[in-house]
């Protein structure tokens, strides 16, 4: 901190401290508002839509990474089968537990996340389509429902360490049908 102190010295700036704590004790905003306020800065409110448009005209790249984390939430969910009672379940069990700052993130991320998982879901029963991780899940319901006659001796399984619940669950069903023996 001294070094901070010195530096801004030296070139005339202002050094606005904060400490960890405020974070800890959850006062973070509050006393970053009074410093700001206490150094005449105005607040004014801005638009999402202008902060958006700014920020998309700099980095055309904006949003990659949320869209990344949204689609590979949504093939975690749909391959562990998990609707969206399951995963408020999942989530606030988990996460009351661990820790608050934790689990109100989490919250807002399922928020956010939830009227998107239902509007992909929404667009492809309109479309009459339906995705990978549907197409695995509902042929592990079929072979277990119909119970087909298998007459596989062995099931020899590929990189098995990287396979996902779904294709588990689909081989786990073709296997119990079989009578056959796993190979990883």
Do not use: C, W
Not at 148 to 154: A, E, L, V
Not at 157 to 168: G, T
């Amino acid at each position: 901190m001294k070094l901070k102190r010195e530096t801004h010295n030296a070139n005339n700036t202002k050094l606005l401290e904060t400490y960890s704590y405020y974070n800890r004790d959850k006062v973070l905003l509050q006393k970053l508002r009074q410093i700001l306020e206490d150094e005449d800065v105005v607040f004014k409110p801005r638009d999402f839509k202008s902060i958006y448009s700014k920020v998309s005209n700099y980095d055309k790249d904006f949003g990659k990474e949320l869209f990344k984390l949204i689609e590979s939430f949504i093939n975690l969910s749909k391959s562990r089968q998990l609707n969206n009672d399951s995963l408020i379940s999942l989530f606030s069990s988990n996460s009351k537990l661990i820790n608050e700052f934790l689990f109100e993130r989490q919250s807002m991320f399922l928020q956010f996340v939830i009227p998107i998982i239902e509007k992909y879901n929404t667009v492809l029963e309109q479309r009459n389509e339906i995705d990978f991780n549907d197409m695995i899940n509902r042929a592990a319901y079929i072979v277990k429902m119909n119970k087909p006659d298998y007459k596989y001796q062995y099931i020899i399984i590929d990189e098995y360490q990287d396979i996902s619940f779904a294709r588990f669950n689909l081989i786990k069903e073709i296997r119990n049908q079989s009578g056959s023996i796993s190979r990883f």
